[in-house]
């Protein structure tokens, strides 16, 4: 396969990665605050994001250090993308919640 190819997908494997790892966690802690209990969703979450993503990097990497550093490129560029996600969401909501409060 072509080289340039093989990084292009382990830079989208790594967006992939973070996708699942930072909205996995974003999703838990929209579930663990209003859980009974919250120890374990965190708990339970945080080994399988992790368990999910290194053997993501493992496979990944194939054992060249350029393809696990576009794959961590990649993971890195998903965890911004997630941030603004969340933050469109929360600035939604609070407009949703300022405009149900004017309606009273």
Known sequence: MNETLTLVLAWVAGGVLGTIFFGGLWWTVRKGFSSQRPALWFFGSLLLRMSVTLTGFYFVSGGHWERL???????????????WLARLSEEKQNRLAQEASHAL
């Open 69 to 83: 550093l576009l794959c961590l490129f990649g993971f890195v560029m998903a965890r911004q993308v997630v941030q």
